[in-house]
């Protein structure tokens, strides 16, 4: 399992580095992010601690959907039995969804990387279904938020560099306990969402050019 949490480095066909999607979003604030962790310190938790055992069973159940889709058994060795029984848990929702949505896979877990752009990603699932090509991310957490839909319209952009004409983009989030429950949000058009990861790309690239300059 620490492999599949490894960092990615994507470079460019002259093997130059450009940054991941993630990266280049991080340029972004997340006001949610800091009321969450502020709302856990009123409580008396420790976010660091919260977040990590939370992020634990939410890698592990992305992992087992993972394995799923590309008909692999999953290695748990360096999982408690309670972690893999919350992750199975977790899954259970993606499973029921998957009933009315057969999927065929196209690719899973594919690192890109755009050559007009200069970025890269690892798209989660791009899949037939029902005589659609869809785009799916898998989430993991108690909500869907807005620089989730930036993070789509890059990878939607790397598949049809890629070749893959993407009919619909979609979210799935996967709650990690029984109160986050499950949740879905598609996406035919993401035009503006991709100016936005445009624009975060530019100062990206600005900021890393005035700290070579500097």
Same mark, same amino acid.
């Given at each position: 399992?620490?492999?599949?949490? +490894?960092?990615?480095? /994507?470079?460019?066909? #002259?093997?130059?580095?450009?940054?991941?999607?993630?990266?280049?979003?991080?340029?972004?604030?997340?006001?949610?992010?800091?009321?969450? +962790?502020?709302?856990?310190?009123?409580?008396?938790?420790?976010?660091?601690?919260?977040?990590?055992?939370? +992020? #634990?069973?939410?890698?592990?159940?992305?992992?087992?959907?993972?394995?799923?889709?590309?008909?692999?058994?999953?290695?748990?060795?360096? /999982?408690?039995?309670?972690?893999?029984?919350?992750? @199975?848990?977790?899954?259970?929702?993606?499973?029921?969804?998957?009933?009315?949505?057969?999927?065929?896979?196209?690719?899973?877990?594919?690192?890109?990387?755009?050559?007009?752009?200069?970025?890269?990603?690892?798209?989660?699932?791009?899949?037939?279904?029902?005589?659609?090509?869809?785009?799916? #991310?898998?989430?993991?957490?108690?909500?869907?938020?807005?620089?989730?839909? /930036?993070?789509?319209?890059?990878?939607?952009?790397?598949?049809? @560099?890629?070749?893959? #004409?993407?009919?619909?983009?979609?979210?799935?989030?996967?709650?990690?306990?029984?109160? @986050?429950?499950?949740?879905?949000?598609?996406?035919?058009?993401?035009?503006?969402?991709?100016?936005?990861? @445009?624009?975060?790309?530019?100062? /990206?690239?600005?900021?890393?050019?005035?700290?070579?300059?500097?």
């Amino acid at each position: 399992m620490s492999n599949y949490q +490894a960092h990615i480095r /994507y470079k460019n066909k #002259d093997g130059i580095l450009v940054p991941g999607v993630t990266t280049v979003l991080s340029v972004l604030n997340k006001p949610a992010l800091v009321k969450w +962790a502020n709302n856990l310190g009123l409580q008396g938790i420790d976010s660091t601690k919260y977040r990590d055992a939370m +992020a #634990d069973i939410g890698t592990l159940a992305h992992y087992v959907i993972m394995c799923h889709l590309k008909n692999q058994t999953p290695v748990l060795d360096d /999982y408690s039995p309670e972690q893999i029984d919350k992750a @199975e848990n977790c899954s259970l929702s993606f499973y029921e969804w998957e009933k009315n949505h057969p999927l065929e896979p196209v690719l899973i877990e594919e690192p890109l990387v755009s050559e007009e752009f200069q970025f890269g990603g690892t798209v989660d699932c791009c899949a037939k279904c029902n005589g659609d090509l869809l785009l799916v #991310d898998f989430k993991t957490g108690k909500g869907i938020y807005s620089e989730m839909f /930036y993070q789509l319209a890059a990878y939607r952009q790397l598949l049809v @560099e890629h070749g893959h #004409d993407v009919g619909s983009a979609r979210i799935l989030r996967i709650g990690r306990s029984e109160d @986050e429950g499950f949740e879905e949000q598609v996406r035919t058009n993401l035009d503006n969402e991709w100016a936005i990861f @445009e624009h975060c790309l530019q100062i /990206y690239q600005l900021q890393k050019k005035l700290k070579k300059e500097g």
